[in-house]
């Protein structure tokens, strides 16, 4: 049987959605952050670099988001529900897969990182300086990316259902965490299209049953 070793509030829970979309058979294994919000050691029993997701399935060791829901579907999808028949459809899915955190999540943890240098563990007579940077950058240059990124995911959305295009794919799984994240982060309320497709994802009876048992994600 599939083991997720899920740590809390994280990216993992895209592969509790994905198995669950699937309905196949899977375990939990919990992992609580430290006190830094940094994942525990413990992690590192099961992949050398200690963090998640990583999935174990008889003697295999698979981590990476998206290396995950690739082996999940082109393994456990027999009946096609999310694998992809149209190749333009495919090439759309592998793109916002690999955009996802090749180009995405950078901005958006620099973001999370800068918001936060005025807090801390940052020492408290560093916090004026920490803040006034951070706020700099944010200003000057993460806020202005993300706009971009944002504007781009819309004008995509406002012209397909699904990442994929017609058809619900692990690109949608893939691009849920950052989603919600820019919608944290970046202001996505204000993107109709954005907004429509998460609350799409959000009401999917799978999606419910990934947060009942891995517990609910707040990426901001």
């Given at each position: ?37 940094l994942a525990p050691e ?28 690739e082996y999940l579907v ?147």
């Amino acid at each position: 049987m599939i083991t997720v070793h899920h740590l809390n509030n994280s990216r993992s829970q895209r592969v509790l959605w994905m198995l669950e979309e699937l309905e196949v058979p899977y375990q939990i294994k919990q992992y609580q952050r430290e006190s830094t919000m940094l994942a525990p050691e413990s992690l590192k029993k099961v992949h050398p670099l200690g963090k998640s997701p990583v999935i174990t399935d008889e003697n295999r060791v698979i981590a990476e988001s998206g290396a995950i829901l690739e082996y999940l579907v082109e393994r456990y999808d027999a009946e096609y529900r999310l694998k992809l028949l149209n190749e333009d459809e495919r090439l759309q899915s592998r793109y916002w897969l690999h955009y996802a955190e090749g180009s995405l999540m950078p901005l958006l943890v620099m973001k999370l990182i800068f918001s936060r240098m005025g807090k801390p563990p940052v020492p408290w007579l560093l916090r004026p300086i920490g803040s006034a940077f951070g706020k700099g950058v944010q200003k000057g240059y993460l806020d202005k990316q993300l706009a971009t990124h944002r504007e781009f995911i819309e004008q995509h959305l406002a012209k397909n259902e699904w990442f994929a295009g017609t058809q619900f794919s692990i690109a949608d799984v893939q691009m849920s965490f950052p989603i919600q994240a820019l919608s944290a982060r970046g202001g996505a309320d204000s993107s109709p299209a954005i907004q429509t497709w998460l609350n799409k994802v959000q009401n999917r009876a799978a999606w419910q049953r990934a947060l009942q048992k891995g517990g609910d994600v707040n990426p901001g």
